[in-house]
C-alpha cells in the first residue's frame, strides 16, 4: 500500500526567509509526486509535479521541489516566503501504473509572518 | 480550456434528510472523476472515482453513493444524512488515460449536517 506523509502539521517562517514543507512517501514501483496547495474554504490548487528526469522540479509562484529516491522524499521549498503564501499544502503520490490511485498527505499550514 | 464546477458552495441539511451535490467538467472529454472528503481542514480522503460513464468505484463504504449519468457529470447523494456525513467535499477530474496527470480540482461544498 501507498502513503505520505508530511510530518509537520504547521510551518511558520518570516517573510523573505526561506522555506520548506516536508514529504516523504512509500509506494512500489517508481512513484508521480505531486503538490497542491489550499486556501481557505476553497479547492485544492496544483503546484508541481515530478515524473521522471531532473530531481529538481519547479512550479508555480516560485516553488520547487526536490526529489530525493534514497530518502524517499520530495520536500516543498521556495528561496523567499511571502505573506500571500500562507496557506495548506498537500503531498500527493501515485504509482506509475494505470491503475494506481493518488494518496494525499494530511497536510502542512505554512504561516508567513511579516 | 477546461473548467470545473461545483454546486452548491454550502449546504446545511437535517439529520435524514437526502443529499446531492453535483461537479460538472467542460473542455475535455473522458475525464477521470473524484468525490473526496476533507475533515476539519486536513487529509483528503477519497470517497469514488469514475473512468467512465456508469463505471464507479467506491474506496470507502459509507452512507454515500455516487453516480456519473453523463461523461462529464458526477453526483454525490446519500438517501439519509448523519451527523458524521458533515464536511468539506471535493470533486477533482484527471485527464483520462494519462497516469501522469495531476488533478483539477473544484471550489468544494461545505456540507453541515445538523
Known amino acids: 500500500a501507498q502513503s505520505v506523509a508530511q510530518p509537520e502539521d504547521q510551518v511558520n517562517v518570516a517573510e523573505g526567509n526561506p522555506l520548506t514543507v516536508k514529504c516523504t512517501y512509500s509506494v512500489s514501483g517508481n512513484p508521480y509526486l505531486f503538490w497542491y496547495v489550499q486556501y481557505p474554504n476553497r479547492g485544492l490548487q496544483f503546484l508541481l509535479k515530478?515524473?521522471?528526469?531532473?530531481?529538481l522540479v519547479k512550479g508555480s509562484y516560485g516553488f520547487e521541489a526536490e526529489f530525493n529516491k534514497s530518502q524517499t522524499s520530495f520536500h516543498l521549498k521556495k528561496p523567499s516566503a511571502l505573506v500571500s503564501d500562507s496557506a495548506l499544502y498537500f503531498c500527493a503520490v501515485r504509482p506509475n501504473t494505470n491503475a494506481g490511485k493518488s494518496t494525499f498527505g494530511d497536510g502542512t499550514t505554512l504561516t508567513v509572518k511579516p | 480550456s477546461q473548467t470545473i464546477h461545483q454546486w452548491p458552495a454550502t449546504l446545511v441539511q437535517p439529520v435524514g434528510s437526502p443529499l446531492s451535490l453535483e461537479c460538472t467538467v467542460e473542455?475535455?472529454?473522458?475525464?477521470?472523476l473524484y468525490w473526496y472528503r476533507q475533515a476539519a481542514g486536513r487529509g483528503l480522503q477519497l470517497l469514488f472515482y469514475s473512468v467512465g460513464i456508469g463505471q464507479i468505484s467506491s474506496e470507502v463504504p459509507q452512507n454515500l453513493s455516487a453516480s456519473r449519468p453523463q461523461d462529464r457529470q458526477f453526483i454525490l447523494s446519500s438517501k439519509k444524512l448523519l451527523l458524521s456525513d458533515s464536511g468539506f467535499y471535493l470533486c477533482?477530474?484527471?485527464?483520462?488515460?494519462?497516469?501522469?496527470?495531476?488533478?483539477?480540482f473544484g471550489q468544494g461544498t461545505r456540507l453541515t449536517v445538523v
Open positions: 477533482a477530474w484527471s485527464k483520462p488515460d494519462r497516469v501522469n496527470t495531476e488533478a483539477f
Open positions: 515530478y515524473i521522471t528526469g531532473d530531481n
Open positions: 473542455g475535455t472529454s473522458n475525464p477521470n
